[in-house]
């Protein structure tokens, strides 16, 4: 499985963006999957994850009522729509999905290569 990210890109602050991930491969099934952010100097941190349904959602603290999390099972893509970005938001956006392969008959994790996200004050 390969995992695609795109949508990234320059915005100023008070800006929208919308990121999408794209799960490419065959004989898998995706369970929960999720938004992750690197900033420079700082750890890579949660933005938010979206149960296999999309039932259930949960985001940090920093971009709760900013940031909304979806999914298109029949397309295996994931978005982020982030409203009123802030300069902090600036960082290198991941996306995860947790995957279970029909063949080996297991669970495996999966990353993308992550998207670049810039905020200008």
């Known amino acids: 499985v390969q995992l695609v990210e795109s949508g990234g890109g320059l915005v100023q602050a008070g800006g929208s963006l919308r990121l999408s991930c794209v799960a490419y491969?065959?004989?898998?099934?995706?369970?929960?999957m999720g938004w992750y952010r690197r900033a420079p100097g700082k750890q890579r941190e949660l933005v938010a994850h979206?149960?296999?349904?999309?039932?259930?959602?949960n985001y940090a603290d920093s971009v709760k009522g900013r940031f909304t999390i979806s999914r298109d099972n029949a397309k295996n893509t994931m978005y982020l729509q982030m409203n009123s970005l802030k300069p902090e938001d600036t960082a290198v956006y991941y996306c995860?999905?947790?995957?279970?392969?029909?063949?080996?008959?297991?669970?495996?994790?999966?990353w993308g290569r992550g998207t670049q996200v810039t905020v200008s004050s």
């Open positions: 995860n999905a947790n995957v279970f392969d029909l063949i080996l008959d297991k669970v495996l994790d999966y």
């Open positions: 491969g065959s004989s898998f099934s995706i369970m929960t």
């Open positions: 979206i149960t296999s349904g999309g039932g259930s959602t």
